[in-house]
C-alpha cells in the first residue's frame, strides 16, 4: 500500500489529453514538492516534471503537472503512441522522514 | 554531464548481504549539494524508496527497510555504494541509483538499474 495513491491505469486514443491523479496527504503533498517521473517498457525512470509544474530541458509541453492541496496531477495532450509508460509521482514525507512514490499509473493509448 | 551506473553481484543467497555500488561519471559526488539515492522495484511492481546519502554526509533511509540497510560514499572512487542485510527472496528486485536535488530531493538523473536475486 503506497503512501500516495494513483489510478492503476488510465487510457485514451492518440492526440487526446489524459490525467492522473497522485492524492496524498499534509506530511507529503500537502507540504513538499511533488515530482514525477516516466518509466517506459524496460527502461530506468526519468524526470518528467519537477516542483508540481516545471519541466527539465527537453520534455515538452505537451507535458503538465499542477498541485491543490494534498493532490497532485500531471497532464499529457497530444497522446503519442510513444507515451505508453508507466507514470510515477513522488514526493517528500516530512512524518516519515523519507522519499514516497505513488503505486504508479499504467497509460495505454488505443 | 552526470552519469550513474551500478554494478553487483546479481545474485545473493537468502541471509546474506546485498552490496551494489553506484559509479558517477561527469561530475565529482563530492561538489554540490546532492542527494545520492538508491530505489528498487520487484518485477511487475511500482518504485520503492530505499534510501540516501546527502553530499555533506547525513542519510535518510525507508523506514521499513532502515535496520538493514546502509548507505556510504567514498568520494576517492566517485562512488556511493547500498549495504542491504538479511536478504530474502522478498528483496529480490531491480536496483537503480540516482541523483537528487534541492528541496525535497528530486530525482534528476537516474542509473540504468540492475537486478539482483536472491535464491540459494
Known amino acids: 500500500q503506497s503512501v500516495l495513491t494513483q489510478p492503476p491505469s488510465v487510457s485514451a486514443a492518440p492526440g487526446q489529453k489524459v490525467t492522473i491523479s497522485c492524492s496524498g496527504s499534509s506530511s507529503n503533498i500537502g507540504n513538499n514538492y511533488v515530482s514525477w517521473y516516466q518509466q517506459l517498457p524496460g527502461t530506468a525512470p526519468k524526470l518528467l516534471i519537477y516542483?508540481?509544474?516545471n519541466r527539465p530541458s527537453g520534455i515538452p509541453d505537451r507535458f503538465s503537472g499542477s498541485k491543490s492541496g494534498t493532490s497532485a496531477t500531471l497532464g499529457i495532450t497530444g497522446l503519442q503512441t510513444g507515451d505508453e509508460a508507466d507514470y510515477y509521482c513522488?514526493?517528500?514525507?516530512?512524518?516519515?522522514?523519507?522519499?514516497?512514490f505513488g503505486g504508479g499509473t499504467k497509460l495505454t493509448v488505443l | 554531464q552526470v552519469q550513474l551506473q551500478e554494478s553487483g553481484p546479481g545474485l545473493v543467497k537468502p541471509s546474506q548481504t546485498l552490496s551494489l555500488t553506484c559509479t558517477v561519471s561527469?561530475?565529482?559526488?563530492?561538489?554540490?549539494?546532492?542527494?545520492w539515492s538508491w530505489i528498487r522495484q520487484p518485477a511487475g511492481k511500482g518504485l520503492e524508496w530505499i534510501g540516501r546519502?546527502?553530499?555533506?554526509?547525513?542519510?535518510n533511509y525507508n523506514p521499513s527497510l532502515k535496520s538493514r540497510v546502509t548507505i556510504s560514499v567514498d568520494t576517492s572512487k566517485n562512488q556511493f555504494s547500498l549495504k542491504l542485510s538479511s536478504v530474502t527472496a522478498a528483496d529480490t528486485a531491480v536496483y537503480y541509483c540516482?541523483?537528487?536535488?534541492?528541496?525535497?530531493?528530486?530525482?534528476?538523473?537516474w542509473g540504468q538499474g540492475t537486478t539482483v536475486t536472491v535464491s540459494s
Open positions: 561527469g561530475g565529482s559526488i563530492s561538489s554540490g549539494s546532492y542527494y
Open positions: 513522488g514526493t517528500w514525507d516530512s512524518s516519515l522522514s523519507a522519499w514516497v
Open positions: 546519502i546527502y553530499t555533506r554526509g547525513s542519510t
Open positions: 516542483e508540481n509544474d
Open positions: 540516482a541523483r537528487g536535488y534541492g528541496v525535497p530531493g528530486v530525482m534528476d538523473v
